[in-house]
């Protein structure tokens, strides 16, 4: 549900050339792999549209001419949708349209999150905006992104968020040195540290992929030299924002998210979004959970200790019950 914010406008970073899923995406986009049946990059761009934000740049590089395809007017499909009498497939079609106003800029050179952003400079100007990863699907009834932009509308200057995960994981994230706001699941954040080495991580709180900047990030970005990877990394540039305070660009506060998440870049997390999502369809739920139940049960191997699950599994069981 949109809320009252002076955030208009998202970015959408999707120059990533998926190597994880070749040779699916030999050809294909990566954002464009479905989930159920709608790409994963329609879950991103309706995320931002449900918070209110209904002005997208999408950043993209060679060979993703279907994600701006997938938004754009498909005159020839709708006239045989329209003579076939199919409407509900016709509103489908014709709403991917309307969801929000698209616009596109090429990446160049991959160089980085951090320069994927600033290419959205002259789009964004100088006013706050969100940064959606289209490798992070939110779930569609979890109100992430409307809870930051609530929290920027309170606090200020820029708002990540942020997932508790295995202190034994944290080098694969940006983590977040935190201190209490006295907000129930908001922090501020005091510094933070791109793939930290095994043990060196200020907390376990991590990074993930929604964000609400300031536009002073731009400034900063500019400045921000290539670090791991070669890369200019946003985690650095927003580190440099942390001690700054409003009207400077900062503070950073973040939004503490207890969701459910899926990185649609890594292939587990990518079939674990198709199941849960699946699950929790009307018209395809209850014919798959069923389907689902037997062949669980009969799949070979040793049953699990009881009181133990399988990462992942409290949330897969309870979208599919």
Known sequence: MPVPTSVHKAVVP????????????????????????????????????????HDVLMVTGRNKRAVEDHFDRAH??????????????????RDLSRLARMHHVRQGAPLGLGHAVLRAREHVGAEPFAVL???????????????????????GGS?????????????????????????????????????PAPGEAPSNYAVIGRYVLDPAVFGVLERTAPGRGGEIQLTDAIHKLTGRTEGQGGPV?????????????????????????????????????????????????????????PAGAPAAAAACH
């Open 14 to 53: 999707a120059a990533g050339l998926g190597t994880r899923f070749l040779p699916a995406t030999k050809a294909t986009p990566k954002e464009m792999l479905p989930v159920v049946d709608k790409p994963a990059i329609q879950y991103v761009v309706e995320e931002a549209a449900g918070a209110g934000l």
């Open 76 to 93: 020839e499909l709708e006239e045989v949708l329209a003579a076939k009498g199919d409407d509900d497939r016709l509103e489908t079609v």
């Open 133 to 155: 990863l289209g490798d992070d699907l939110i779930h569609p009834d979890d109100t992430l992104l409307a809870d930051m932009l609530t929290a920027h509308a309170r606090f």
């Open 159 to 195: 708002i990540l968020a942020l997932a508790e995960v295995d202190p034994a994981e944290t080098h694969l994230y940006g983590c977040a040195a935190v201190e209490p706001t006295g907000t129930e699941d908001v922090v501020r954040v005091t510094g933070l540290v791109e793939k």
């Open 253 to 309: 506060h973040a939004v503490v998210f207890r969701g459910r998440r899926y990185d649609t870049g890594d292939r587990a997390s990518y079939l674990r979004a198709v199941v849960q999502l699946a699950c929790g369809r009307p018209d395809l739920g209850p014919g798959f959970r069923s389907w689902l139940r037997n062949f669980a049960e009969a799949l070979p191997g040793e049953p699990l200790p009881a009181g133990r699950q």
